[in-house]
């Protein structure tokens, strides 16, 4: 089965300090990974796509690395700021014309 | 701006009753899909479709109907046999179904049963 786990389910960090958020995949053989940024009770923001070519994506402060043969994915967040508190959600396209998302990490970050 | 939106924001729904959901996208985009988010799960597809006049079940259908009748369109309806509707969904748009080409989704409505 094609699943996607994101560990911990809750992460709190002091303001400026850098950040990794992890995310990983049962299955090596994806077309690509999206990081989500969710606000709550709010859509989905995109934050990174990365394809399955690719092995970072970097966007501001925001960096997204790709490792197919561990299935793993992780989100760096330099210089964290207070606006920067949301749940991160990672979605994995294995090739069967779906999203399959982890349940997300929330974020906080502490002024 | 292109983007996608979605109304109404919240929803209530009185048992025995459907409801549509509206999603309208100005990205050109062909495929769409409908998730539904629950608390402490990921978000799980309802349906989708790939090109005007064409759509197919996800992973959980039962209990919901969708149309594609215009490009820009995909109202969703919960039906009265979908057993637990209270969640927040969520329409997403991408170029093509093909795989390689990211989403871009809407701002969600919730729905709750009264």
């Known amino acids: 089965k094609q699943e996607v786990t994101q560990i911990p389910a809750a992460l709190s960090v002091p303001e400026g300090e850098n950040l990794v958020l992890n995310c990983s995949f049962t299955?090596?053989?994806?077309?690509?990974l999206q990081w989500f940024r969710q606000d709550p009770g709010k859509g989905l923001t995109s934050l990174l796509l990365?394809?399955?070519?690719?092995r970072e994506q970097t966007s501001g402060r925001l960096n997204a690395s790709l490792d197919k043969s561990s299935g793993r994915s992780t989100l760096y967040i330099a210089a964290s700021q207070p606006g920067d508190s949301a749940t991160y959600l990672c979605?994995?396209?294995?090739?069967?014309?779906?999203?399959?998302f982890g349940t997300g990490t929330r974020l906080t970050i502490i002024p | 701006d292109g983007g996608i939106t979605q109304s109404p924001k919240y929803l209530f729904r009185k048992e025995g009753q459907n409801v549509t959901l509206s999603c309208e996208q100005n990205?050109?985009?062909?495929?769409m899909y409908w998730y539904r988010q629950d608390p402490g799960q990921g978000l799980r597809l309802i349906y989708y479709?790939?090109?005007?006049?064409?759509?197919q079940k996800g992973d959980i259908a039962e209990g919901y109907s969708v149309s594609r009748e215009k490009k820009e369109s995909f109202p969703l309806t919960v039906t009265s046999a979908q057993k637990n509707p209270t969640a927040f969904y969520l329409c997403?748009?991408?170029?093509?179904?093909?795989?390689?080409?990211?989403?871009?989704f809407g701002s969600g409505t919730r729905l709750t049963v009264v």
């Open positions: 997403a748009s991408s170029i093509y179904a093909g795989a390689g080409y990211g989403y871009t």
């Open positions: 979605a994995v396209n294995f090739g069967n014309e779906k999203l399959t």
């Open positions: 990205l050109n985009h062909d495929a």
């Open positions: 299955d090596s053989a994806i077309y690509n």
């Open positions: 479709s790939q090109i005007v006049n064409d759509f």
């Open positions: 990365i394809q399955s070519s690719q």
